[in-house]
């Protein structure tokens, strides 16, 4: 009797990447529906385009690159990107930004630098850099809350949504408008009580601005599915959410009217929870030790106050991330665990004694 | 009820441990034959002190231990010597390995033996000595001989001895059911090792909280007796001798070092049974509890297996269906190695036959990339990073793998375990680990051949400076010779013969060199009649070779064939030669 040979271990738990990636989609629903209620169809129709975008250049690319087509796109990983970035852009946009900013995603930042497990950036937010800077106009503009309508305005319906989309068509006036970051990125000499008194979208919000919070909320929400199922650990968004509130605490400067803004607003607008619980736990791109990852978040939640509240950008999620993925390699040469049996933690270059 | 300390990462693979725990500790018919490696331990291989077709009994000895590090291999029963060749042993690259088979007559005689009860009062040194005898190693991992392991020296004394009944692998119950039936035997069995080790402060026995009945039967038999039985939750790797020292002590065994470095003694509870068996009724080790278990065999149980048992026979006993599974493991799902085939003996660390079906272990599927996750790291035991061990083993960054500690790594598999993209994470710290070790005797070597090459320039160098020193000395002593030609015939009288007796004495000094260099005769015809009966001795070991390569069709053939004709080229050479000299 001749048997198989195979190295051990021979038993494997039933984990995959496959439904790693899936869970990180499903985890998703929450901010989806949030995002829906609130802002209309707009986000739901950037993540059909996305999605379609991204495992059509995927397949060609795969092909090209002489893979298996179904192999790769079995991972889901493609549909993964074109989620985190459909949902961080406007909804009602173009639909060719949504198109060219996937492309850019998945064909530069991932397969270019060797697919799935190999691209040192964040790819979603490769594609969302890409847009902001190349087309400003489109990208700033958002839809309003629900909250916020003007009396007898409603979100453009399923269809109207997809002639604006597809057609250029304009919505309705006061469709669009600023979000919360803007309004303290454009604040001139009120203090923040009286933003929160006399915005609308603080005055009609209930902590953090109105339909933001809600969206913040639901991602938390996603989020916290995530981490009870141990996709990720905790190190990561803690380490940005603690930084991003010990930050806004420290420059809060009691409410002047130069104040950025209340911890509370910062953690709970913009893309601060999407941010910290669906991008910077990329693990592609992020630092790789527990200790890594905190100091990799907590190096985000800086950067982002920083460029909310001194930069040109009124959110600054994705430029933190690409920051900190120069970082990462970085970080992880001082951030190597204990090992067993060790007194000392070591260094990634440390050469062997004699 | 003693603390305990709890491990960095760890995984809690299906245990499948119920399944062969059903019926009591069984016994085989007995087998045809018996196939007994002569390495069944870590270190040197026994020598084989029986001939073919002698008659052994069982408990004889059969091959005796190789200097310190060895362990001598007895007859598992009463039979016939009838092969000493190599054979197919249990390792996972299915080497060939010298064996010993005993082609056994059923009767199962024993040779007579007598142990001793009042070990209190024989001195440490006399009972190490019948472990050794008893060939006893290490069973449950790497087989370290015990004589060995219990005798750590004075500047080393033992505060702490654990007895490990851990058995964290899925499957295996090997343990388990000798515990159950046998608690009796291994306390005394620990008795033995603490008059061994002159009476540590600490026993503890850890355990699991997998098996209560084993926990329960060890109570009765521990108590008064000093010996803590502690227990703690179940979670793999939890039996590795690092995990175990630090769940029970709190003490991490520092890289490189022995556990004898912290004063401690680490020795599996099986091992206790057959220091027992050893000492108070003189049996050496010849059987051990064996584990089949798994979907493809009908019955699944352990067995008091002797020593020697071929797989196939206990495959055939256990209603074994080739079609249901494609592998059979040596061990335990985590760390055992598939068997290349079933003619493999069981030897005295095989605590486990698994032949898993297809649904209970699937073959592999393949390996997706790495998206570093960090499920690995989570579950890594060492607080190592698998996941950049993984990157830098595939880039053969041999610095960095030092740095992020690869030698740290204990091959447990938890790492490959938990990944989601099923990449055989283990396979390449092992293979990466070999490349290393190969370097670094690479390196000796060169630094080696490096010295020695500049030693040589050295000496050459240095004989050349001298030459040409003495070139200098004699250019000048000419020089003076022609700038005082007068005082030269002056003392001509007294110091003409001087130079050219000194000229004399240079060239019959050389003579005599070359005398020496040629050998006599006498020494010549000896060193010819050395090198022929070398020769000899290698022709018939490549004859055998060749034989053996084409017995098993070997594509080895050519290899063999040629090596015969040079040897038997080289051998007619010598032998002429000597006929010249003699003639």
Redesign the interface.
Known sequence: ?????????????A???A??MQLVIWATVPGILALTWQFGWGSIINVVIATVTAVISEAIIVKMRGRSVS?YLR?Y?AIVTALLLALSLPPLAPWWIIVVGTVFSIVLAKQLYG????NPFNPAMVGYVVLLISFPIQMTTWVSPLALLPEGVTHPGFIESLQIVFGGMIPVDGVTGATPLDVFKHNSGLLVDQVYDREPLFNQGIFAGAGWEWVNLAFLLGGLILLSN????WHGPLGMLGALALMSVIFYDSGSSTSPGSALMHLFSGASMFGAFFILTD??S?A???RG?LIYGALIGVLVYIIRAWGNYPDAVAFAVLIANFAAPFI?NYT????????DR???????EG | MNKTWVT?GG?H??ENKHQSVTQSIGQLPMPETLVIPLSQHIGAAAIPCVEIGQSVLKGQIIAKPAGMVSIPMHAPTSGTVSAIEHRPIAH?S?MLAPCIEITTDGADTWIEHEGISDYEHISPRKLLEMVGNAGISGMGGAGFPSAVKLNPGRQRPIDTLIVNATECE?YITADDSAIRERAAEIVEGIKILSAILDHPHHIMIGIEDNKPEAIEALAPHVEGTGISVVVFPTKYPSGGE?QLI?ILTGK??????LPADLGMVCINIGTTYAIKRAIIDGEPLVSRVTTVTGDAVGIQRNYDTLIGTPV?HM?AHNEYN?QAG????M?G??????????EVPIIKTTNCI?A?SYQE?P????A????????C??AC?????P??LFWYAQAEDH??L????LF?CI?C??C???????I?L??YY?AAKGEIRHARDEKVKSDHARERFEFHKERIEQAEREKEEKRAARREAALKAKANPPAATAEGQTNASAPSSSAADIIAAAQARAAAKQASPEDQQAKLERTIAAAEQRLIVAEQKLAEAVASNSDKQAIFSAAVENTRQKLEQSKTKLAELTA
């Open positions: 009797m001749a048997f198989k040979q195979v190295t051990s271990p021979h038993a494997h738990s984990q995959s990447t439904k790693v192999f991972d990983s697919g799935l497990g190999y141990r996709i990720f650990t693990p592609v992020s790789v030790s527990n990852r992880d190597l665990p204990r090992t067993y049996g060790h007194t070591r260094r990634a270059t440390e050469k062997e | 960095p995984v693979p299906p996972s299915g899925p690092k630090y991490e065994l520092p890289s490189g070092k196939s495959l080739e494609g592998r059979v493991v061990g799902p985590m760390m055992g190695f598939t068997l290349p085939s079933a698994l898993p272990i073959d592999d599927e393949p997706q990339p790495c998206i570093r996750c960090g499920m790291a989570e035991p060492a607080s190592l990073l996941q950049q610095e960095r030092e740095a992020h500690n740290d091959e598999g938890a490959s375990y938990v990944c989601p993209s099923n055989p283990v396979q092992r």
